[in-house]
Structure formats: C-alpha cells, structure tokens
C-alpha cells in the first residue's frame, strides 16, 4: 500500500474506556502512545473505577486527554463521553486489557486514506489465551487469529465480524450512525459496527496489528459475564437488529414486510414474533388492519406500521394500502401461519438483490397456493398494481409481466459461509482431506485467502498429506506468518528431519508469543 | 446457517497449547541434534505449561538417558508414566534405563509393555530384540516381530531380524522364506543373500544329518 501525504498527517483520536484494571492499562496506554504514526489523541476515560490517576501521570504524556470520572455509566456512555472530546479525522478504540502493536495505526490511516469509498478499515488481532498468575500477571498460552474475514456488508446485519479494537473509521460517519447506544449492556461494538455499514464500505487489512485477551477458565471481561444471561443476550441482538440509523442510507436497501391477516389473532402475532425474532436485514412491517383491531393491539414491538383498511378489504386491497405507505426498495408479501425460521427471507431477498433480471421477483421457499409468500422489488410490484389493480394480486403480477420463481441453488447467497460450515463438519468429522478440499475451494472463490489456506495446511496436515500441507505453510508464513502456521511448518520440518529449519520457525513462533515484538515491554 | 456455533467449536479445539506445544517441539528438535541444554531448557519450560502432560518428561528422560543419568533418568520415565500410563514411549525409557542398568528381565518387561500400548514401536521392538539377545530367550521377541510384520509386511530391516532370530531358534526353513521375501523387495540386500546362503547350507547339512 502507498503512503499518503505525510505533509497532512490526519489526527486520529484513540478512545479508551477503563473500569477496574489498573494492572494492565499502563501496558495498554504504552502500546497507543508508542506507536510509529504520532499525530494522535488517547482519550482515557475511568469509568468510575478505582484511580487510575498514578498511571496517567506515569505516561507523561501531552497526546493524552483524561476524563476522571467517579459514578460507573458503563461502556457506551463512556465511549460517548470521550468521542465529545475527540477531535481526530478518524476515531480508533483500545480497550484497557488489550494493545495494539506498534504500526497499528499507520496501517489504518493509510488504508483510510487511499481507500476514500471507505470510511472504515479494520485489521486482524491475535486472540491471546492467557492464566491469570497469583500476582496477576498473564501467562500466555497462545495466540490465535481467530478471525480474519473479508467486509461483508449483509453478514454483519447478521453477525459482527470486526473486532472494535482492530477497527478505525471516519468521525463524521457518527453523525449519521448516532451515537453508541446506552441502552444496551452488551454487543455495544456490534451495535455500531452494524450502524456504520449502512453508511460506508470497510477496508479489510489482513494483517496482525494487535491483540486481545481472554483468560482461561472464568473470564473476567464484563461483557463475557453478561453474554452468559441468554434472555439479556437475546434481547441485546433484537434491538439491535431492530435498530434503523435515520436515512438516506446508501449502502443498505430498506424493507418492507407487508403482513397479510384477516384478523390480528393470535396466530398473527406468534408468526410476526417470529419474524422479528428471526429477521436480520433492516425492515418495517406493515399490517393492514381494520381500525378496530389497531386499538385493541397493545405491543411495544418495533417496527411495526398498522394501515388502517376497511373491513371490506380483500387481499389486494391490503396490499396496495401498505404500499402507499412504504419508500423502501424492497417488498416481501408474507401471510399470517407463514413458517418463519432463520434466514427465511433473507436468501431470497439477497438473491433478488443481486438479480440482474429486470422484471423477477422471487418466491418464498415453503409458499404455496394458500400461503402465498414472496419478495419484490418496490418499482415492479408498484408497476403491477398501478396498471392491473382491478385484477386479483397474483393475476396482476402475471399481467405485469414479473416471472415469480423459487430460489434456484445457484442464487443462494452467503456460499462463503454454507461452504465453511460444511469444511468445518467434516474437519470435526475427521474427515480432513475433504476439509481440505473445501478450504481451498473457498480460498480461490471467495475470498477470505489467508484465513482459508491456514485452515486448509491445518487439514492437509491432519490428513497425513505433508508434503501439501508444507508447501501452503510455506506460501502463508512467506505473506504472514502467525504463530499457527509458524508451529505446524515447524512440525512438517520436523517430520522431514529438517531440525535446524524447525528451530528457526519455533524460535519465530516463540518470540511472538512472548512478546518479543512489543518495543515497550 | 449456524456458523458462530462451529466457529467457536473450532476454536476451542486449539486455543491454548500453542505455547507448550513449541516449547515441546523445540526440545524434540534440540534433541534430535544433540543440543541437549538447550532441549532441557525446553522441556523444562513446557511441563508447567501443560502439568498434565507427560511428553516433557519423557524428553527429559531421554536427555538424561544420553547424558547416561540414569537415575534421572528413571524419575522422568516415571513421572511420564504416572501422567500417562498408556504411553509407551514412557515404558520404553524405563526399558532402556533399565537394559542399561544391567536390569533385563525388568527391560524386557519394560518393552514389553510399551508394545503392548503402541506394537508399531520399532524402539520397543529392537530393545526386546537386544534383551532377548542379551537374556538368551527369543520366543516372545520372536512373536511380538511376528505381529510387527503383519502390520508393516515390506519392512525389510525388521524381516532380517526375524530371519536371524528363527535361524537361531533353529527353524531355518522359516528364515528361508523370510530372506527369500526380502530378496524379492530388494534384490541388493546382500546381509539377506549372505545370511541366505548360510541358512541353505545349514538345510543341507540338516537334511543330510537326517
């Protein structure tokens, strides 16, 4: 990657929530200040834990801005505490048990700035295991690249897949993001991780600039504490997958789920409570009801737009009444007893999207001729009531010319994922060559190159193919070797008698995780 | 779609014996070169990394072993032991110890059970072989190269063993068949054509006794 102008070195502010761990916040702090891109902010905030204040004065040092606070507001108040002092083009996070290692920053602001389509970049980090001495020190026991996957847009509506210590994006996305919300209690990360996607394209960069970590046995991390209460766990994801950032959102079409009932009976709200249980990719849902109905419904569920139609009203009717509500640019028809499960909608909505075909819509996998179900783009439905509204809904989708057809298998969407699945079982199945096939069938397919090629040596090596396994190993530690794949080339060389080349990668291996590489340890 | 779940499940798998494990290897290759302080350095290192483990210690064992403390030794081969007392690496330190003690029949045993827990153990087979020799009894050596064989049917070194041992144990008819096997895998092996050729004169002179 070219360096920018260096002349115009960009501020870059680093937020640094800390609560109760004063151990390791000296070591953390060191890591942000002794970095090799100097023009930064490191706003420390204590969120009313115990005094932090000998360290901050230990660091002497002016790029620092303290906020001392006394009363404990938790993470995303803290984080909105510190972003009203921040004054860098760009905000990147430190949590107070983690570091970033010395060209953590450089790597980003560069990415940032020759990538202008994207406000955000992201890196990859070890995930470091460590035992918790009885002095509390760290012991390290090994460090992981647990994740290293490329941007995908659609997979982060549905799960995070950057980690917010390896993250760095513009500040003025947050003006359209919002700012962290402080009702949640976990999953604050993934929240806005999630918000920002709507608004910009992330850069990954495949390489290790940091790490995280996790001690063995009872993890003393406060979110990992909340993540074990499953009612807390899921109410944090619903609302954020229910959460919609004000529009215009260019990077995110928006949808409609109009909701076809006689009455909203019971049935009707188990299949909607499903559909907000199961739904990932943003949407409203609109129920045409009769006005009595609308009163008697009491629910908090968000989201949810009654349309006030006559009793009177038949299917189409309800339908063309909800569209003349909704801008979004896609509609889903789905009926009241519909079998609503995970990724129900969002296969054929994906594939839609990606649909060059001008006049297609797509037919929900279990809808049939009573429970008619299926998803449209906004203009060619709109099309087809405007035109043919005095003739029964499916009809005038055949008058309109739309060809409504079933998802056909290679349309699937998110193959990556379907494909790792399958590696993955048959790895944990022992059954490695075929783990390894499909591993590097995904690394020349679909991207997510390094990551895949390690998973595969990994096979290869299970597998008893050495002679493989060595060459892949050798192509990964060429581009970026990791402890992983340092130790099993290691152990190939050793398998061929190469001693002394085995020792050179193992005390390679070892320096990294000793920390070898961390100047100011 | 559930790829947390397997995400996590994989990681799980590995996620905290990347230090030991190094520190392991390291040790192995140091010792396989002969760098025996280095190597010792290793396992030293390694075994709190891992307290279950025994394979430090038997690393540790095999040090000693060469640096003849055998006293040492032993206490590593059965820390070993006591860890995992299904590894037979472990028993054929204690073997060994024990064959260089001037211990046999407790080698033999030794070997024995090592074999018992992995019979592809070429260790434990040629210590057995060399108790055997040493001791003067072949029968067990004899059925335990049997099995060997039935496993690893072109392993020709151990095939000329098991020839020289029938031999010894006067069945030169079966010492025959083995070194004419050996013969047709390599035709250059020249202890087998030598020892063939003795055996068929030992044949001779038998059937000419008779």
């Not at chain 2, 144990?169 to 003795?198: F, G, Q, V, Y």
Request: aromatic content about 10%; glycine content about 4%; hydrophobic content about 40%.
């Amino acid at each position: 990657m070219q360096n920018y102008d260096k002349t115009t070195k960009p501020l870059v502010s680093v937020l640094m929530p800390t609560f109760n761990r004063p151990k390791y916040l000296s070591q953390a702090l060191a890591s942000a200040l002794n970095q090799t891109y100097s023009n930064l902010q490191t706003i420390v905030v204590n969120d009313g834990g115990q005094d932090i204040t000998d360290i901050i004065n230990a660091a002497n040092d002016p790029r620092i801005f303290f906020i001392n606070r006394k009363e404990n507001r938790g993470k995303a108040f803290s984080l909105n505490q510190a972003l009203t002092q921040a004054e860098g083009k760009y905000i990147a996070y430190l949590d107070d048990d983690d570091l970033y290692y010395p060209n953590h920053i450089e790597l980003l602001v560069n990415a940032l700035e020759n990538n202008p389509h994207c406000g955000a970049a992201y890196s990859d980090l070890y995930k470091t295991y460590c035992r918790i001495l009885p002095d509390g020190t760290r012991e390290i026991l090994s460090k992981i690249v647990e994740v290293s996957r490329d941007f995908d847009r659609y997979f982060m509506l549905y799960y995070n897949h950057v980690l917010h210590v390896s993250l760095m994006h513009r500040k003025d996305l947050l003006e359209k993001t919002g700012p962290y919300n402080e009702n949640l209690s976990i999953l604050i990360d993934w929240d806005m991780t999630r918000k920002l996607v709507f608004f910009t394209d992330f850069y990954h960069i495949p390489d290790i600039t940091g790490e995280f970590y996790t001690s063995i046995g009872q993890s003393d991390r406060i979110s990992y504490q909340q993540r074990k209460d499953k009612q807390n766990y899921a109410k944090n994801v619903l609302t954020i997958r229910t959460t919609r950032p004000p529009k215009p959102w260019p990077k995110i079409k928006d949808l409609a789920i109009i909701f076809i009932s006689e009455r909203f009976d019971q049935q009707a709200a188990k299949t909607i409570g499903r559909i907000w249980r199961y739904t990932f990719h943003p949407y409203k849902i609109y129920l045409p009801v009769i006005p009595e109905d609308i009163a008697k419904i009491k629910t908090d569920m968000p989201n949810l737009i009654f349309v006030p139609v006559a009793p009177s009203a038949g299917h189409a009717h309800k339908i063309d009444a909800a569209l003349m509500q909704t801008d979004a640019e896609f509609i889903a028809i789905v009926p009241s007893g519909f079998p609503i499960e995970q990724m129900w909608l969002e296969d054929q909505l994906y594939a839609l999207l990606n649909s060059s075909d001008q006049m297609h819509a797509i037919e929900f996998d279990s809808a049939n001729d009573r429970l008619f179900a299926a998803i449209f783009k906004k203009e060619h439905l709109y099309y087809a009531r405007n035109n043919f509204n005095h003739l029964p809904f499916r009809q005038s989708i055949s008058a309109a010319g739309i060809r409504l057809q079933k998802l056909l298998p290679e349309q699937v969407p998110f193959k990556f994922d379907i494909l790792f699945e399958q590696a993955t079982k048959e790895y944990k199945n022992g059954n490695w060559p075929l783990a390894a096939e499909i591993y590097r069938h995904i690394a020349d397919n679909y991207k997510n190159r390094l990551w895949m090629q390690s998973l595969a040596a990994n096979a290869l090596f299970r597998a008893g193919r050495y002679q493989k396994a060595a060459e892949l190993c050798r192509q990964i530690n060429q581009s970026r070797p990791t402890v992983d794949t340092l130790l099993l080339e290691a152990k190939l060389k050793k398998k061929q008698k190469e001693y002394l080349s085995a020792v050179e990668l193992l005390e390679n291996a070892k320096s990294i995780l000793e920390g070898k590489n961390l100047v100011w340890i | 779609m559930d790829i947390t779940k397997s995400k996590k499940e994989q990681a799980e798998e590995n996620n905290t014996t990347q230090h030991y494990e190094i520190l392991k290897e390291l040790g192995d290759c140091f010792t396989a070169v002969g760098n025996y302080d280095s190597a010792q350095s290793c396992y030293e290192k390694a075994a709190p990394l891992a307290p279950d483990e025994a394979a430090p210690y038997i690393g540790l064992g095999v040090i000693a072993t060469q640096k003849a403390q055998l006293e040492d030794a032993e206490i590593a081969f059965k820390v070993a032991v006591r860890l995992d007392n299904k590894s037979s690496k472990a028993y054929a330190g204690l073997a060994m110890v024990a064959q260089q003690k001037g211990d046999y029949k407790r080698a033999f045993d030794m070997y024995l059970k090592s074999l018992e827990f992995d019979p592809d153990s070429l260790t434990a087979l040629l210590g057995l072989f060399q108790t055997s020799c040493q001791m003067g009894s072949f029968e067990k050596v004899i059925h335990y190269l049997e099995v060997y064989l039935d496993m690893h049917p072109a392993d020709t070194y151990v095939m000329f063993t098991l020839a020289a041992l029938y031999m010894k144990d006067n069945r030169p008819e079966k010492s025959k068949e083995l070194l004419a096997n050996i013969l047709s895998l390599d035709p250059e092996h020249k202890d087998a054509a030598n020892l063939l050729e003795e055996v068929e004169r030992s044949i001779v002179q038998k059937s000419q006794k008779q």
